[in-house]
Every structure is written in structure tokens, then in C-alpha cells.
Nanobody
Framework: QVQLVESGGGLVQAGGSLRLSCAAS????????MAWFRQVPGKEREVVAAIGWSGTRHYANSVKDRFTVSRDNAKNTVNLQMNSLKPEDTAVYYC????????????WGQGTQVTVSS
């Protein structure tokens, strides 16, 4: 089992920055792949950024060069630094975890709202 708790969402003007954090507990964090997803009403949840247990990173095209995902295995946290925010980044952001070898994202946080005003 992995428990995830997000923090850091809020309201920001377009062009601004926010940093989301996700604290994990319950399993050896270094053996877990992590990701950030987001969802807006009426749309499917989409992956924003992922970071594997080895540190390999992947980003959605829509956030490349603006968002940076990082992890601190000593503190059991994963962060998402979001710069140059746009109104279309407005969504509920979720932290997710996947055990090594699993095909799907097994564990989810409760979500944190990010609102970008124009």
C-alpha cells in the first residue's frame, strides 16, 4: 500500500508559477514510479509528467519546457514545478504511484486544485 497526499495548489495569474508536492508513505519509495495527472470536468484524466524509480522523466507535450518533475527518495516526496502557467493548465492535479512491474497506476492522492486566471 502507498498513501499519497498532495499540497501546493491554488490560484495564480497566467505567467505565474506554482509548486506541487506529494508526500508518500507506506512502501519503499525508491521502488515506486510516480506521476502527476490532471483532470478538468468532462474530460479524461491525463498524465502531465512522470518520473520513474531510476529518475527517468517523461512529460506531456503541452507542458514540456514549462513543468519540471523531481523526486527526493530520502524525503519520500515528488514535486511538480510549474512555470509560465496558462489558463488551460487549470485542473485538479493528482499524484499517482505505480509499483515496479505493474501496468497501471495503483495509488492516487486526493487531488489539489490549480486555477490559472487570465
Amino acid at each position: 500500500q502507498v498513501q499519497l497526499v498532495e499540497s501546493g495548489g491554488g490560484l495564480v495569474q497566467a505567467g505565474g508559477s506554482l509548486r506541487l508536492s506529494c508526500a508518500a508513505s507506506g512502501r519503499t519509495f525508491s521502488s515506486v514510479d510516480m506521476a502527476w495527472f490532471r483532470q478538468v470536468p468532462g474530460k479524461e484524466r491525463e498524465v502531465v509528467a512522470a518520473i520513474g524509480w531510476s529518475g527517468t522523466r517523461h512529460y506531456a507535450n503541452s507542458v514540456k519546457d514549462r513543468f519540471t518533475v523531481s523526486r527526493d527518495n530520502a524525503k519520500n516526496t515528488v514535486n511538480l514545478q510549474m512555470n509560465s502557467l496558462k489558463p488551460e493548465d487549470t485542473a485538479v492535479y493528482y499524484c499517482a504511484a505505480k509499483l515496479i512491474g505493474d501496468s497501471g497506476w495503483d495509488y492516487w492522492g486526493q487531488g489539489t486544485q490549480v486555477t490559472v486566471s487570465s
